[in-house]
């Protein structure tokens, strides 16, 4: 993978409408969010978010993509070029940042069970996934070309640490444990010294 | 952890409703499962269903601990007591045989998504799971005792690898790709040589 994913097109998401989602999703969950319980946390008639958007799907998709985008945007406002520093940055963002957001995190998991159903959601997750991978195997190939990790191959590393990431995201919700975040997060720091930094 | 986890307690499953709960789950997904749907693969009356079982939920929860007690007994069928090889041979029941039963990963991933809502999920989901780290985690003690691994916190290794295969049965639901069971693997395996293997 050597090409950026190509980002989403189309019109800006409304900010106070993404804020509103998400404020309704940590209050009420995924299976009884309703365009009511967003409009009434957004301030204005149901009306005036299906001007925005359509349906209820597409407005979640929308959500999806907002969430990916602040973490993009997050990560750009990192100002470290140093590979290790870096990759320690983006495995915080990915786990330790969702402490404390443990109804997001809910939500998220219930819309993932919703992929194999919902083509809008199965689109926006492996766009997630391939943008978050993208991400990783960059600084994985930069801290080979300095030397500073070992020569392993960044595409199967990239995509065990994100499967480390997801697995400690998955356990935090099923056991409803946050600690598992942290846990996990140490998995990817085990991993990371044992496949990227030993000397070989 | 040195005990095994408590085994449930209380009237032995009806293997035939089981299985005809495996096949509905299959055919119609959780959220359209219905006692109605159970009973027609069953081939009997919802009546007859609901003798054994109240409610889906406590039917649901069943099934739960019939997987369980099903990969249970098919680890208490593997003969070797070589722990590299056992190691190999759980994580493959964990990953590699979930492979073409797509619908029961899907099935199971809506019914983790629940356990924030539903107390009988989550309890038989955390049962699960640490019966799970429980055999893994012997299986690295022996290990260490006989010289084949390094001297490893068994505890946070057995919660490494089974952090490693949910985060590779999430992916092969959410991005609908079965090969992603066979990638997390593959990170086990990577992680094993690293950690449990290297020569220190």
Known sequence: MTDPPRTQTGSEPDEDIMLATYDALC????ADLTIQRIADEYGKSTAAVHYHYDTKSDLLAAFVDYLLDQFVDQVHDVETTDPEERLNLLLDKLLISAVDH?????????????APYQETFADRFSQSDEYIRYLLETVIVHGKEQGVFNDVDSENVARSLVTIAEGGRTRAVTLDDQQQLAEARQTADDYIDAVLLSSE
């Open 102 to 114: 443990q109804n997001l995190l809910i939500a998220l998991f219930e819309m993932q069970g919703q």
């Open 27 to 30: 209050k009420h969950g995924y």
